[in-house]
């Protein structure tokens, strides 16, 4: 079935229009962002028999007329929302005076939020996203929360927490990117570019003996040419900022104190000699100055697995890659990773993901490498 269904996408991924439908029809329906209108005064159980409506800009161009607050959820339906939480969260709002106070514990970003919250967000983002980029819309307003605080903190990816709440990452849900972590009972891992750790964490609780994180020094390291920075459109994260955040989700995960993991800023063309036997290296090769060296070195520090993700090209009748002008990254093709992952040593190479995108004229590619 997981193989019929990657043939599918692949296959509407070449029909840009059919594409663009499709993947509109499959959101609406499985995903958005809902809203429902309220008063301080309201009771909890009024709240939950609100009408909910789509959170958009004419929806809340229309209510916020006559309504200072509302209730913002990701699932279609609050009813079933704990009326305890609500009240919790009204009591927040009411005793601390602030703009916003959003429920850590809960999977679909579910809070209280005032009118002239949500008007500073649509003037930088798309309100029919939010809470995504949350970062840059909470300057100067009072946040609180019950349950897990994790909106103190910088994310990279959008995962699921321990304690059931969900991150906000600039750079998407990264459950795509886990699902390639298999059982892992006995075995160490390597991350190479895991900015908050979340597939290190992840590794840990797939059995792990052992699991290392490592992140560039940004400032210094980050892109292809010296010049290039981190694009603005991107959360910035400094070194403390990855740090607080990882001491974050080692408290989340209960492995204070525990020396199984470990996390280090060094970039792929400085390994050690540390061998591992499941490295994992994801959105990085396409940013490097060096791919090849630094395929090498990866070759180097895997005891049997290599699971490498990379945007990539449509495979030609060549090897092909390409060099993008806006940017300066190599991009490589399917065909061309396989080659040099081989070259470089491996025995068995496996396309996992290949699923081109012509409106973007990039795809992104997942291989498997095996060493033995």
């Known amino acids: 079935m997981n193989n019929k269904f990657l043939f599918v996408k692949k296959a509407i991924s070449y029909f840009p229009f059919i594409n663009k439908i499709l993947r509109k029809i499959y959101y609406n329906y499985s995903f958005g962002v809902f809203f429902v209108p309220i008063k301080l005064d309201f009771s909890p159980n009024k709240i939950l028999k609100t009408k909910v409506f789509r959170l958009n800009f004419s929806n809340f161009n229309n209510l916020k007329i006559n309504y200072d607050y509302f209730l913002i959820s990701h699932k279609k339906s609050i009813k079933d929302y704990p009326k305890k939480k609500l009240e919790e969260l009204l009591f927040l709002f009411k005793t601390e005076k602030c703009d916003v106070a959003y429920d850590g514990n809960d999977a679909y970003h579910t809070e ?3 009118k002239e919250f949500l008007e500073n967000y649509i003037k930088k983002f798309p309100i029919k996203n939010y809470p995504y980029r949350f970062f840059y819309a909470k300057k100067n307003f009072k946040i609180s929360n019950i349950g897990s605080a994790h909106r103190s903190h910088i994310f990279n990816g959008t995962f699921i927490l321990p ?9 998407g849900d990264v459950n795509n990117r886990l699902n390639f972590i298999p059982n892992l009972t006995g075995k160490t891992f390597l991350d190479i570019g895991s900015e908050e750790g979340y ?8 059995g792990a003996s052992f699991a290392k994180g490592l992140n560039i020094n940004e400032a210094k390291e980050y ?6 920075s981190r694009p603005e459109e991107i959360t910035s994260r ?7 955040t990882q001491e974050f989700l080692i408290k989340e995960y209960s492995l204070k104190n525990k020396k199984n993991f470990k996390f280090e800023f060094e970039n792929i063309y400085n390994l050690s000699d540390e061998k591992f036997d499941f490295v994992f290296c994801f959105g990085v090769l396409y940013h490097l100055k060096n791919p090849y060296l630094a395929l090498e070195n ?7 697995i290599l699971i490498l993700e990379t945007q990539g090209i449509k495979n030609d009748k060549y090897l092909n890659a390409k060099i993008e002008e806006k940017d300066g990254f190599v991009r490589h093709s399917s065909k061309s990773l ?13 396309v996992l993901t290949d ?12 291989v498997k490498a095996e060493k033995k």
Request: avoid cysteine.
């Open 223 to 228: 892109d292809f040419f010296p010049e290039h």
């Open 238 to 244: 400094k070194r403390d900022d990855i740090l607080k």
């Open 298 to 304: 990866l070759y180097n520090v895997t005891n049997e």
């Open 355 to 366: 699923a081109y995108d012509p409106s973007m004229k990039v795809m992104n590619i997942v």
């Open 338 to 350: 396989v080659y040099l992952l081989k070259m470089v040593g491996f025995k068995k190479v496996s």
């Open 199 to 206: 597939a290190v964490f992840n590794a840990l609780t797939k």
């Open 163 to 171: 304690s059931g709440g969900k991150t906000i990452g600039d750079g």
């Open 112 to 114: 209280l939020v005032s």
